[in-house]
C-alpha cells in the first residue's frame, strides 16, 4: 500500500481549480458538471477522501454552491414591488381601455 506521499499543496491547487472550473460550468473532467462533492472529487482528479482532507476548501466550495441559490432579501423584495407594479399597470391598462371604449360609444 505504501506508495508516493501526497502533495498536501498540489491537492490543495487542483482543488481550488476544479471548483473554479465547476462553479464556472466548464469543468475538464466531470461528465455531469453537478455541483457536489463527489465532482468536485472527480474534476480535481482526487480521491473524495482526498478532498475531504481540506475541509476548509470543502465549506469554501459548499458556501459558493449555497449563496449560487440564494436570492438576497433585497432582490427578493424588488421582485415583489415589481409584480405589484406590473398588476397595476395591467389594471391601468384594463380600465383606459374600458374608458376609451365609452369615450367612443358617447361620441
Same mark, same amino acid.
Given at each position: 500500500?505504501?506508495? @508516493? !506521499? =501526497?502533495? !498536501?499543496?498540489?491537492?490543495? &491547487?487542483?482543488?481550488?481549480?476544479? %471548483? ?6 466548464? !469543468?475538464? =473532467?466531470?461528465?455531469?458538471? @453537478?455541483?457536489?462533492?463527489? +465532482?468536485? #472529487?472527480?474534476?480535481?482528479?482526487? =480521491? ?6 481540506? !475541509? ?10 449555497? #449563496? =449560487? ?13 415589481? *409584480?405589484?407594479?406590473?398588476? &397595476?399597470?395591467?389594471? &391601468? @391598462?384594463? *380600465?383606459?381601455? %374600458? +374608458?376609451?371604449?365609452?369615450? %367612443?360609444?358617447?361620441?
Amino acid at each position: 500500500m505504501g506508495g @508516493k !506521499p =501526497r502533495d !498536501p499543496a498540489a491537492d490543495r &491547487a487542483a482543488i481550488m481549480a476544479a %471548483a473554479e472550473r465547476l462553479l464556472a460550468g466548464t !469543468p475538464l =473532467r466531470s461528465v455531469t458538471g @453537478k455541483l457536489t462533492i463527489s +465532482e468536485l #472529487a472527480v474534476e480535481a482528479g482526487l =480521491r473524495r477522501d482526498t478532498v475531504y482532507q481540506h !475541509p476548509d476548501l470543502v465549506e469554501s466550495f459548499q458556501a459558493q454552491v449555497t #449563496a =449560487r441559490d440564494a436570492v438576497p432579501e433585497s432582490m427578493a423584495t424588488m421582485a415583489r414591488e415589481l *409584480e405589484k407594479t406590473r398588476e &397595476a399597470l395591467r389594471q &391601468a @391598462k384594463n *380600465e383606459l381601455a %374600458a +374608458e376609451r371604449r365609452t369615450t %367612443a360609444f358617447l361620441r
